[in-house]
Each structure stands twice: as C-alpha cells, then as structure tokens.
C-alpha cells in the first residue's frame, strides 16, 4: 500500500498519468491519440496522423480525406462532444485522489514546519527557568510536544493514504468509524500545534502551560490508534 502511494503521489504512475491526460485532452477521432488543446481555435490538426477535426463535434474539419483548411468556411458544428465513460470515470477518480493527496500533502508540510519548533526550545527553557524558576527537566514538555506533533502528523498522513485504498484494499474497515477517529486526532492535533506556537511568540503565564501539558495526553491516546 505505501509503496502504491508514493508512486501514485510522485507522479510515477502510469494509471494515474493517464487520468490526468484523459482530463484535459480528447482522443483524435482517426488515429485516437491524446490531443490537448492549447489555443482558442476550435479546428485542431492532429500531429500524428495529420487528421482535421473540430473540437466542439469532434466532427471532421474541411473537405479531403482527412479534412483541411478549407473548413472555416463550410464546416458545421452539430454539437459538443459528449466525454466517454472512461473520460468520465477518469474524472471522478482524479478528483477523489486529490482529496487524499491534498490532505495527505498538507500534514507533511506542517509537520515540516512545526519540527522548525525545536530550534526555538533554548529560548524557551529560559525563559520558563528565569520567569518562573522551572527545572530543567520540568521545560521537557515542549519538545514532548513537537515530538507527539510529528508522531501525529505522520500517522495523519498515513490514515489518509489507508483512506484511498481502504474501499478496495481494506473494505471491512466501518468507513465512518475510522473517519471519526481520524477527525478526533485532527482536531486534537491542530489545537496542539496552536498552542505550541502561541508559546513560542507570546508571553506564558502558569495557567497556559497547564493547559499545553494536559493537552499533550490527549493526542497521545489518539495518536496510538
């Protein structure tokens, strides 16, 4: 599965290649060739089989027997082109990859930020040492939690490359079971990356580490799932 994934989220996967090709081109009504059209111009010419054909009917485009120029003036348009089932299936498959990938792409993005957290943990300790006379040991709670954050970050990603593949590859698992339990470890995991930056560019008071030290436990029993 992991393995599939990173193929299919590099770009290194033919099926998916072609459903991007099949999103934004059309086969040539001769040779069947992708062909995408980059102009306005609605009457395209095949590069490979050199075939004159109109984009709105797919129709052929001029007289000869593989159309030519002479159609701007007596082609007719009887219609659009109505995308085949491939065309459209390709569509919905697309849009549902990205939904994953998107999501997928974002949590390691922002664990790619927050792990910038753990430079700021000098600066941090002392001040919690200075302000409020903490031990060291006792200033440990930041980098537990930009260590939990990453750990959450992590299996996020992975609960949305699972989420791709799980209609065909894990269909026993309740779909809307594991999406609750997916949403509670977001929703734990966004709070605690919030008040792990608020503590780095605002001024703390003991109250607030209170409330960042008992948010920790919580994404920890969620991040065990």
């Given at each position: 599965m992991a393995v599939e994934w990173t193929k299919k989220n590099s770009g290194g996967d033919d099926t998916l290649n072609q459903v991007c090709i099949l999103t934004i081109a059309r086969p040539c009504p001769s040779c069947k060739v992708n062909i995408q059209k980059n102009e306005g111009c609605n009457h395209m010419t095949c590069a490979h089989c050199h075939y004159h054909f109109c984009w709105?009917?797919?129709?052929?485009?001029?007289?000869?027997?593989?159309?030519?120029?002479?159609?701007?003036?007596?082609?007719?348009?009887?219609g659009d082109y109505t995308e085949g089932a491939a065309s459209n299936d390709s569509v919905a498959e697309l849009k549902r990859f990205e939904f994953f990938s998107n999501r997928y792409n974002n949590h390691h993005r922002s664990g790619q930020l927050e792990a910038r957290l753990l430079g700021e943990v000098p600066l941090l300790e002392k001040e919690l040492v200075d302000r409020f006379g903490m031990p060291w040991i006792a200033c440990q709670f930041f980098v537990t939690g930009v260590q939990q954050l990453q750990l959450n970050r992590q299996i996020l990603k992975n609960s949305y490359m699972f989420g791709y593949f799980r209609s065909t590859m894990a269909p026993y698992v309740n779909k809307d079971i594991f999406e609750n339990i997916q949403l509670d470890l977001e929703r734990h995991t966004e709070?605690?990356?919030?008040?792990?930056?608020?503590?780095?560019?605002?001024?703390?008071?003991?109250s607030y580490l209170a409330?960042?030290?008992y948010s920790l436990r919580i994404p920890h029993s969620c991040a065990c799932w």
């Open positions: 709105n009917c797919m129709g052929k485009f001029g007289s000869g027997p593989k159309g030519g120029t002479d159609g701007y003036g007596s082609h007719k348009c009887n709070r605690l990356s919030n008040l792990l930056g608020y503590a780095i560019t605002q001024s703390m008071s003991l409330i960042v030290v």
